[in-house]
Structure formats: structure tokens, C-alpha cells
T-cell receptor
């Protein structure tokens, strides 16, 4: 299995509080991604990173920010959590080529009350 | 905007029958296509990746085909087993290896 960990694995928070999710990889892959998975919407890309300090928006980036100060870590921050951000969040990694598979972490279940 | 569709949303077969899972996409300018398996409450496990220049890819009982011109991929699972019960997701890759996912097909293999 690809070396990807996510923390925390579960979190319950209240509306309006800031939340940071961490993704850590041991594979030295250049690309890292954050997705959310919701019933009826499937998996959707939030933000991705193509290198240290290089990030870009995905399909559903509003309300989220990211940072990548080291190759191995990719942080997702909800500046002021809302109930619509209750979801399961997955981190993924990949190499840079067309033959590079994307590997996923175990996920973080976030509930915003 | 790329759209990926998987039909049917759910499928039930008796053990031993071959599984055929379909995936269609609207934009044929893809980098690759990846099939995943997801068990309830778990993350995604990569099954197969087909590069845009390939027609098919095989791994054990799994075989995936790709027809870019018609915007279709099919995942075949031979001689299904109860352990194959899961949700299968198709995802189309674009520049930056960004993936667009289909909604998945939930498979139940009955003993």
C-alpha cells in the first residue's frame, strides 16, 4: 500500500470554527490532492498541489484553502466550517506521468454541527 | 467540462458469473482512465490504470478496456466471488493527473 496517512480520522466540530486536516506521504510523490465524497455527488476535487508551495483550485474549492510547505505534507483548512462541509475527505498522491496511478489515503470523516 | 457516468448504479449477480461494469465519458481528450474499488467506510483501492494510448489492461481476473473515440471503458471481472462485493469507481485523468469520477456501481455477489 502507498504510504499515505490522514489525520485526524474523525472529527466533530461546530459551525464557524476553523479546521485543518493533514495528509502525510512517505512516497516522495510530486502531486497531492484533496477530494470530498458526498452521497449523490461522488468524489470531487477540492484543491491539488504539483509541488512544494505550488497549489491550484479544483472543482469545489470555495471555503477551503491548502498549503504545502514540504513534499510530504499537504494541509487542507476550512477557515470557518459550515454544515455543508460535512463530508468524508480523501487525500491522494500520484507521480507526474500518464502512467502514474493515483493512490488514496484512508479518509477523514468530518461532521460540522 | 468532463462528465463521467457509470450505469447501472447497482448490480447483483450470483457467485461465479462474470461481471461487466461500464463507464462513459464526454471528452475524449484524456490522459488516462483509472478503476478503483471502495469497500464501505473505506478508502479507494486502485485496480487498474489504462493510459490514453492503450486499448486494455489486465491484472489477474480483472480486465479493463478503453475506447476513447466512443468515450467508453469497461471493467470485466471474471468468475465473481463474494469478496468482489464493493463499489467500483471509474475516474478519467486530465492534465496534472486530476481525476473526474463517475458515481460508481455498487456490486453484490451472492454466494
Amino acid at each position: 500500500d502507498a504510504g499515505i496517512t490522514q489525520s485526524p480520522r474523525h472529527k466533530v466540530t461546530e459551525t464557524g470554527t476553523p479546521v485543518t486536516l493533514r495528509c502525510h506521504q512517505t512516497e516522495n510523490h510530486r502531486y497531492m490532492y484533496w477530494y470530498r465524497q458526498d452521497p449523490g455527488h461522488g468524489l470531487r476535487l477540492i484543491h491539488y498541489s504539483y509541488g512544494v508551495k505550488d497549489t491550484d483550485k479544483g472543482e469545489v474549492s470555495d471555503g477551503y484553502s491548502v498549503s504545502r510547505s514540504k513534499t510530504e505534507d499537504f494541509l487542507l483548512t476550512l477557515e470557518s466550517a459550515t454544515s455543508s462541509q460535512t463530508s468524508v475527505y480523501f487525500c491522494a498522491i500520484s507521480g507526474t506521468g500518464r502512467k502514474d496511478e493515483q493512490f488514496f489515503g484512508p479518509g477523514t470523516r468530518l461532521t460540522v454541527l | 467540462k468532463q462528465e463521467v457516468t457509470q450505469i447501472p448504479a447497482a448490480l447483483s449477480v450470483p457467485e461465479g458469473e462474470n461481471l461487466v461494469l461500464n463507464c462513459s465519458f464526454t471528452d475524449s481528450a484524456i490522459y488516462n482512465l483509472q478503476w478503483f474499488r471502495q469497500d464501505p467506510g473505506k478508502g479507494l483501492t486502485s485496480l487498474l490504470l489504462i493510459q490514453s494510448s492503450q486499448r486494455e489492461q489486465t491484472s489477474g481476473r480483472l480486465n479493463a478496456s478503453l475506447d476513447k473515440s466512443s468515450g467508453r471503458s469497461t471493467l470485466y471481472i471474471a468468475a465473481s466471488q463474494p469478496g468482489d462485493s464493493a463499489t467500483y469507481l471509474c475516474a478519467v485523468g486530465a492534465a496534472g493527473n486530476k481525476l473526474t469520477f463517475g458515481g460508481g456501481t455498487r456490486v453484490l455477489v451472492k454466494p
